[in-house]
């Protein structure tokens, strides 16, 4: 079992930065892949970023690419997500997820989840 606890998000005018932070706890995190996910009013939770364990490759929505950075530090069993040149259309609950397989797009088939955290962009 993981337990992932997301913190970070909030408010933040269009054009700044945000870092979300996602602690685990529970099994070896640094044998799990982890992501990002988001879902807005209305539209289905998708993912952002991942990050594969094994070789610390990413994948980035095209959306995102070149605005937010994951990261990871395993001796402190935390993921980051660094958001930079939010706009309104970043605004979204924003999920930590967690798998010893892989991230998969798809959220239906995602092993672990926190509980979320508000991103609001005002323009």
């Known amino acids: 079992q993981v337990r992932l606890i997301e913190s970070g998000g909030g408010l933040v005018q269009a054009g700044g930065s945000l870092r979300l932070s996602c602690a685990a706890s529970g099994r070896t995190f640094s044998d799990y892949a982890v992501g990002w996910f988001r879902q807005a009013p209305g539209k289905e939770r998708a993912l952002v970023a991942a990050m594969r364990w094994s070789d610390l490759s990413t994948y980035y929505a095209d959306s995102v690419k070149g605005r937010f950075t994951i990261s990871r530090d395993n001796a402190k069993n935390a993921v980051y997500l660094q958001m930079n040149s939010l706009k309104p259309e970043d605004t979204a609950v924003y999920f930590c997820?967690?798998?010893?397989?892989?991230?998969?797009?798809?959220?239906?088939?995602?092993?672990?989840w926190g509980q979320g955290t508000q991103v609001t962009v005002s323009s």
């Open positions: 997820a967690a798998d010893r397989t892989g991230i998969s797009s798809d959220p239906d088939v995602v092993a672990y």
